[in-house]
């Protein structure tokens, strides 16, 4: 393939606003098409539905970046604590992988996910209550952010209180936009979550209660299941990655139903739709985007395209999520629509363990809100969102509108 590469445009606010008709575009171009993603990154984007899902069970392409020819990627990561962040199940390939998800694969089955719907259900009530009486709210910061904190710091046996602590390096962490994330700013932000983790994992030992990180300081020192960096690993993962996607899906949920208010007044209207809107949220504009990063083991072909080993492969869930060759009219937003098997959660082993858990917030959270905020409505222009530029997508702020009430 000899095109030059098209630039994903970070720094064009339009773009980040709505990155779908140049997703449109490349995908009607070819099924795999290079791009320069966020951090000036050079990846091989597959673009359509069919040849995304066989991509991500391909055991050719592998998660772990250190199979990447691209140097740059590890760079990215804190060079004192590469070896310890790349320990994570998101990062592994089998054998690592299966021994890692077994682990924590308990906690997020669909009983036990299905037991903590009173105490999400409490907590979204508690959130309301605190912010109905107003009658204006940021709905990221107020509501969509601190709910997800909340239930999986209650999971982990984490202190709420920390949550801004987490929340801040954990964001220096993960962002990406149009420049490389600053190294500096990478290494103070790990080193920073390092040692709130560590004394976490101590605190669990010295103490162990009836939580997650007890159980998995439980596995690493009696049963020897996990090293001491893959346990560090393991409970940043943990807590990044159990709440950063499911803000990013009840935010984007109201937002997607706030600029589509036909399709609001019929989720008001019939409440027994809400698990059907919840996918096509996560269809229609998705949490990750424009989807999940693999990494070439070996020259591989897809869809008649060579990609070279070491080669970026960016499996683009959001982009073959709107592939009209699977869902038909996908620009057009259908809380009714019916077929609807979408890539958002990945596919394959890799399938994200936490579907379950965000699946369920995302129902309580955006039902509740809907039927505690009589009037809801944006208070700014929909062109005037502020969506997160980069990799995981998502309002950063929603400012709203609502009935005053108790």
């Known amino acids: 393939m000899s095109e030059q590469p098209v630039l994903l445009p970070y720094a064009d606010p339009a773009f980040v606003a709505d990155p779908h008709p ?111 009486p107003a009658g204006r709210a940021d709905l990221v910061a107020d509501f969509a952010l601190p709910l997800p904190v909340t239930v999986i710091s209650e999971l982990l046996g984490v202190p709420v209180d920390d949550r801004h602590d987490f929340q801040h390096w954990t964001d220096r962490l993960i962002r990406r936009g149009v420049r490389a994330p600053d190294p500096a700013v990478v290494d103070e932000a790990w080193r920073h979550m390092r040692a709130y983790v560590t004394g976490l994992i101590r605190e669990k030992r010295a103490e162990p209660g ?53 399709q609001l007044d019929l989720l008001r209207s019939d409440p027994a739709l809400l ?11 998705g949490p990750v985007s424009p989807g ?28 073959a999520d709107r592939d009209p060759a699977r869902f038909p009219d996908p620009d057009r937003l259908d809380i009714t629509r019916r077929d609807n098997a979408h890539l958002a959660f990945g596919h394959g082993i890799h399938y994200c363990l936490g579907a379950p858990l965000a699946r369920l917030e995302g129902e309580i959270a955006i039902g509740t809100a809907l039927r505690r905020l009589p009037g809801l409505a944006l208070a700014v222009r929909p062109e005037e969102i502020d969506w997160r530029p980069g990799g995981l997508r998502g309002p950063e702020s929603l400012p709203v509108t609502f009935v005053p009430g108790g």
């Open 292 to 319: 999940i990063a693999r990494f070439a083991r070996e020259d591989v072909e897809i869809a008649g395209v060579r990609v070279p080993r070491g080669a970026t492969v960016l499996i683009g869930s959001a982009v």
């Open 210 to 262: 009836d939580d997650l990180l007890s159980g998995l300081v439980t596995a690493r020192d009696e049963e020897q299941r996990l090293s001491e960096d893959e346990l560090v690993a393991m409970v940043f993962l943990l807590l990044a990655a159990g709440y950063i996607t499911t803000v990013n899906l009840i935010g984007g949920g109201i937002a997607a139903l706030l600029t589509h208010p036909g």
């Open 22 to 132: 140049l997703y449109r575009q490349l995908r009607e171009e070819g099924p795999v098409r290079r791009v320069v993603a966020a951090g000036a990154l050079e990846a091989w984007l597959v673009t359509r539905y069919d040849d995304a899902l066989a991509a991500l069970s391909d055991a050719r392409l592998s998660s772990d970046v250190r199979d990447a020819s691209d140097a740059r990627l590890l760079r990215q990561l804190p060079e004192a604590e590469r070896e310890s962040l790349l320990s994570n199940m998101l990062r592994s390939d089998p054998p690592d992988h299966t021994r890692l998800r077994r682990l924590v694969s308990q906690a997020f089955t669909a009983r036990r996910v299905a037991a903590m719907r009173p105490r999400i259900q409490t907590l979204t009530d508690r959130l309301l209550d605190a912010l109905a």
């Open 275 to 285: 698990p059907g809107a919840v996918e096509e949220f996560l269809r229609y504009d």
